[in-house]
C-alpha cells in the first residue's frame, strides 16, 4: 500500500502490485492477514493513532514496523552538519519510539544498523557514499529531499559537494569508511497480536 502516485510510479518494474491507499484508512477486512508491515512510513502519516489502529484491526498475528529513532538519526553526518534546517521540518513529523510501541500495545525494539552497500534508497542508506547525495535521482527516492525546499536543501549540499572535493569530508569521516555497517537510529519494532 502505497498513497502516493509518484512513489509507486518509481518502483522498480517486476515490483509486487502496489495498491494507492492510505495507512488510515486500509481497504482490507478485519483480521485479514497473518502479518503487516510498515516501513519508514509512520512519520508521513497525517493520523497516527488511527493508522496503527488500521494496523492493529487487520493483522491476526503480528506488525512490524521499521521507523527511525530521530534523537539518533538527527544526529546523522548528513543531517547533523549539512542539513539542519530541514531536520528542523523532519522534527514536526519524527514519531518517538516509545509512542509507537505504546500505540501497538507493546513491541520488541530492534536496532537496524545499515550496511555500506545498502541498495535501498532511504535516506541513510548512502552513509559510507557521500556523492550518492548529490544525485538528484537519488534525492528523488528520499522523503526529506521531496518534501522540503531547495532553497532549505541547496546550501547544504553545495556545502556537501564542496567538502568532497576538497577531502575534507573523508578526513572529517575517516573513521566510517571501514565500518561495514552503522547504527543511524533505524529501528524494528516487532509486535505479537
Do not use: K
Request: proline share 5%.
Amino acid at each position: 500500500m502505497e498513497p502516493s502516485a509518484v512513489m509507486i510510479a518509481q518502483r522498480p518494474a517486476g515490483s509486487a502490485r502496489a495498491l494507492e491507499a492510505s495507512a488510515e484508512s486500509i481497504p482490507l477486512a478485519d483480521d485479514s492477514a497473518d502479518a503487516v508491515m510498515a516501513l519508514l512510513t509512520v512519520h508521513h502519516w497525517s493520523d497516527l493513532e488511527a493508522g496503527m489502529g488500521e494496523l492493529r484491526r487487520i493483522a491476526r498475528q503480528r506488525i512490524v514496523v521499521l521507523t527511525f529513532d530521530p534523537d539518533i538519526n538527527h544526529r546523522f553526518w548528513l543531517l547533523d552538519e549539512y542539513l539542519s534546517e530541514a531536520t528542523a521540518f523532519d522534527d514536526t513529523r519524527a514519531v518517538a519510539v516509545d509512542r509507537l510501541v505504546s500505540l501497538l500495545g507493546g513491541a520488541r525494539v530492534e536496532a537496524v544498523p545499515v550496511p555500506h552497500d545498502c541498495t535501498d534508497g532511504f535516506l541513510a542508506a548512502f552513509w559510507r557514499r557521500p556523492e550518492a547525495y548529490l544525485d538528484p535521482r537519488v534525492r528523488a527516492g528520499i522523503s526529506l529531499f521531496a518534501q522540503t525546499s531547495d532553497d532549505v536543501i541547496q546550501p547544504g549540499l553545495t556545502r556537501l559537494a564542496d567538502d568532497l572535493s576538497s577531502g575534507r569530508w573523508h578526513r572529517r569521516h575517516a573513521d566510517l569508511l571501514d565500518r561495514e555497517a552503522l547504527d543511524v537510529g533505524y529501528r524494528l519494532l516487532v509486535a505479537d497480536v
